[in-house]
């Protein structure tokens, strides 16, 4: 952008977001001679997706595994980074009452590690309930504790499920709806469930061994994406943030951007935002009826912050993470990077544990200073049995992750569908990925939301909102159906030959 005090600049496409998802739709426009440009408040791109890096030592907002069923996302992925996508074999446990379980759990060793008494116990428990859905006696689950507890009984779920979820989301389970358990739990039947239970994971599909990662760290990919989107005129302007989205009814014209002292007028036929919905209502001008308004107001979000520790230490645990349940401790999860990929410290001999913490912003974690922090994650390290000594700890760091998981609690059902409602009544508004729907996405469907609101810029029609039932549809193709779509697609976009040629 040129040196002027308030610029303007006409460009077909304007993508709110440099996280996955405003990458992706900038990538599949791009692929199509589009022209885009995309606005991206932080210093980096790859929104939660980013990998930060203090010391040489590099580290995510939260490990991030890079998996999917999505043909199409997968094969970005492979575009994008070829040979740096690695494979890395996938090991993490769960610590709870002073102890190590197998996750998914082992039967004999989960046995073993709760002693014969609690383990009759909880038999009992998950036969009580699986009797009661046998003779009709249980309604539809409402809520989280309700689908656990209907699927594994209520002794496992107060084990293995209750502390650990109502650490990440901060309230409590009865208040968290069903939809996220059946979301995120949902590929592990019944039938497999217990299969695990009794033989471990490698007979069930569901829960993968390995999993796919960016040599260094998931930034990696979208810093790629970045310079390749940037080399094929995509630009991707940093530190520039969205504050104004004007409309003219249900069309949006222009975007406000600032960036530093400077303020910049985008015009464009078409507009994706990424940015969290809420924050979207609010900059709209004029502002949406009031109802819309209450309605953003209603979503929440949980926030996140990580400690990194730099360990004078080579080896100390196999696990990519562990999953702390154990309450006494604040600490959420522990990741271990070096066990992500090597590439991540830069001496073998270290080791850099990130330390996750759930939180609020204005709460207790979140109010203390990082000076605070990193003695509180210090303190629970040595408290933890992993054999760290006091000596072993160099050196730590904290970054902080407002709104990092949309919060499904009993209204977001409501607010959303005024929210979902209102956005469809735009010609030319796509909003897309995590924040952008308030879906608790992993980047494979925040990156599908995107290359479908792409895709519907190219001319195919595709409804995101539903994008469940569209990538299940996806998720069922078999390789002869794909090479049909991709030849169709192929023939549609030979058709399309009015699109404006990247500048
Ligand atoms: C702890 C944790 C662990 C996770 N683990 C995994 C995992 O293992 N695997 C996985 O696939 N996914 C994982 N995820 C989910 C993944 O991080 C998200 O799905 C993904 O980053 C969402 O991409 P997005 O582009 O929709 O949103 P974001 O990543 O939130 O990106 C949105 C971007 O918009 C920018 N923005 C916001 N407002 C404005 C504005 N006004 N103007 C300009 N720009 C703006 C933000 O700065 C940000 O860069 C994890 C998430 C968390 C919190």
Redesign the pocket.
């Known amino acids: 952008m040129k040196s002027k005090a308030r610029e303007e600049i006409a460009t077909s496409v304007v993508i ?7 990458l992706t739709s900038g990538y599949e426009l791009m692929k199509h001679g589009v022209k885009a440009i995309v ?4 210093d980096k ?6 990998t930060e890096s203090y010391k040489g030592y590099r580290f ?8 999917t069923k999505v043909g199409e996302v997968k094969a970005i992925w492979q575009e994008i980074l070829g040979d740096d996508f690695i494979q890395t074999p996938r090991l993490s446990r769960i610590y709870y009452d002073g102890k190590f379980y197998d996750y998914p759990l082992a039967l004999f060793k989960t046995l073993r590690n709760l002693g014969l008494v609690r383990s009759f116990l909880i038999v009992i428990s998950y036969l009580r309930a699986k009797l009661k859905r046998y003779l009709g006696l249980s309604s539809t689950p409402q809520t989280f504790e309700d689908w656990v507890t209907d699927c594994f009984g209520a002794r496992l779920y107060r084990i293995f499920f209750k502390t650990y979820t109502e650490k990440v989301w901060g309230i409590p389970c009865n208040q968290i709806r069903a939809d996220w358990a059946a979301q995120r739990i949902k590929n592990l039947s019944l039938k497999e469930a217990v299969i695990n239970a009794l033989f471990g994971s490698k007979n069930s599909k569901s829960l993968i061994k390995t999993f796919d990662y960016p040599r260094l760290g998931p930034g990696m990919m979208w810093e790629r994406c970045q310079e390749i989107l940037e080399e094929h005129g995509t630009p991707v302007h940093l530190n ?4 104004r989205v004007e409309r003219e009814g249900r069309r949006i014209h222009t975007v406000i ?1 600032k960036q530093g002292d400077r303020n910049f007028e985008l015009t464009g036929d078409h507009f994706i935002s ?3 919905v809420t ?1 979207l209502m609010h ?1 709209l001008h004029p502002p949406p009826p009031d109802y819309v308004l209450a309605a953003a107001r209603g979503l929440t979000y949980r926030d ?1 912050l990580i400690v990194s520790l730099i360990l004078d230490r080579a080896y100390l645990f196999p696990d990519n993470w562990l999953y702390i349940h154990s309450p006494e401790f604040k600490v959420g999860r522990i990741q271990n990077f070096k066990n992500w990929s090597i590439a991540m410290v830069p001496d073998a001999n270290k080791t850099c544990l990130g330390m ?1 913490y759930f939180c609020s912003e204005g709460d207790g974690i979140w109010e203390m200073t990082n000076t605070q922090l990193i003695e509180l994650a210090s303190q629970e390290i040595l408290k933890l049995n992993l054999g760290v000594k006091a000596s072993d700890i160099e050196d730590g760091c904290v970054i902080r ?1 407002y ?3 949309p919060v499904y609690d009993g209204e977001y059902r409501r607010h959303l569908k005024v929210l979902e409602d209102y956005i469809r009544g735009f010609e030319n508004l796509q909003t ?5 729907m308030h879906r608790y ?4 469907h ?1 990156m599908l939301s ?1 290359l479908l609101a792409a895709k519907n810029i190219l001319g195919e029609e595709h409804d995101i909102w539903n994008i469940n039932v569209e990538r299940s549809y996806h998720e069922n193709f078999t390789d002869q159906e794909w090479a049909q779509l991709k030849q169709k697609t192929a023939e549609s976009r030979a058709d399309r030959k009015s699109l404006t040629p990247a500048a």
């Open positions: 709110i977001g440099g996280g996955p998802a405003g606005l991206e408040r932080a791109v790859g929104g939660i997706s980013r995510d907002i939260g490990g991030h595994r890079f998996f520039t943030e969205v504050v951007a990424s940015m969290p924050a900059r996140f996750e992750q709104k990092a998981y897309v990925g995590r924040n952008g996405n992993n980047q494979d925040s995107a």
